[in-house]
């Protein structure tokens, strides 16, 4: 990116366009299986992590371009593996954001402690999505067989993703 891209803890005032950004993912269908219609709370619900995990906005010129949310994967006895998703506006794809809130998730993660980090859920039809991860050390541990249902590919397989910290 030859502008400057600031990735910083999200803001009740950055609501609006963090919403916009995930009303186009999810309108899109491909990467994340959730409803369509998902209304502002309902997404600010799933979105918006309470500590300890985290929350933030890629910023860029003053516009919000990206964000990502971190935390625990599980309560309790699984509280030392971590998990994060991303959401990049379509308009700047291909431009580094993802990247770079990747870069950030796993430094958060090592700094606050955690031993790993585990995605549930990377949708195999999402090529630079599993192209960014396996660059950023992630392995596939595993594939949910027809687990998604892409409007472009069909029935796809779910990776479970890990890197060890």
């Known amino acids: ?19 916009a950004i995930i009303q186009q993912v999810v309108r899109e269908g491909e990467t994340y299986a959730l409803p369509g219609s ?14 300890p995990g985290h929350t933030v906005v890629a910023e860029l010129d003053g516009a919000i371009v990206g964000t990502a949310k971190m935390g625990p994967n599980r309560p309790g006895h699984g509280d030392h593996i971590g998990t994060a998703s991303f959401m990049v506006d379509p308009t700047v794809r291909g431009a580094g954001v993802g990247r770079r809130l990747g870069e950030y998730v796993v430094d958060w993660h090592r700094r606050e402690g955690y031993e790993g980090i585990q995605f549930n859920a990377v949708v195999a039809s999402n090529e630079a999505a599993v192209r960014l991860w396996t660059s950023l050390g992630f392995e596939i541990v595993g594939t949910v067989p027809n687990a998604f249902r892409s409007p472009r590919h069909g029935r796809v397989g779910l990776h479970v993703m890990f890197l060890a910290l």
């Open 38 to 51: 998902l209304s502002s709370d309902a997404a600010r619900d799933l979105w918006i992590e309470e500590p």
């Open 1 to 19: 990116m030859s502008r400057e891209l600031v990735i910083r803890s999200a803001a009740a005032s950055d609501w609006a366009q963090i919403y």
